[in-house]
């Protein structure tokens, strides 16, 4: 989850497509190796502890997306530091998840050349079942 647009849709689709009671939700945030220089200096290799959804009440995690914590399912959160592309991944692997759904910026084919798209990757590397959701409005590439 980084806030956008895209990530909010992506959200959105697995409320309503993939939980069921009793789940554990996983939202994972990947920051900048370059920010947060305290909170990597602990957690740089292996992501934050997992931190339930209410914790984040005080900073409007929940207000910003929108969201009506679920009693029937479990939300957590974990935040990683460096290349979202391979901690995304790794997330999979650490966290032993089911399935991973991403939200697509729609970076048309030369930016995407020249950016690289997180999306491909990790569809391509990933363990687990990947969902790329396309948010409205989003650019045709």
Known sequence: MDYSPT??????????????????????????SKSDPTNK??????GSPLV????FKDINVCKKYGLIPDP?????????WGDPREKLCDCVQDLKLDSLVLGSRGLGAIKRVLLG?????VVQNAVCPVTVVKGTN????
């Open 138 to 141: 989003m650019p045709r590439p």
């Open 72 to 80: 029937e399912a479990k939300v957590v959160a974990k935040i990683y």
């Open 7 to 32: 990530s909010k849709s992506a959200l959105r689709w697995t409320i309503e497509n993939l939980i069921e009671p009793g789940d554990l939700v996983v939202v994972v945030h990947v920051l900048s």
């Open 41 to 46: 200096k602990l957690f740089e290799d292996t």
């Open 117 to 121: 798209s997180v999306s491909n990757y």
């Open 52 to 55: 339930p959804l209410e914790e």
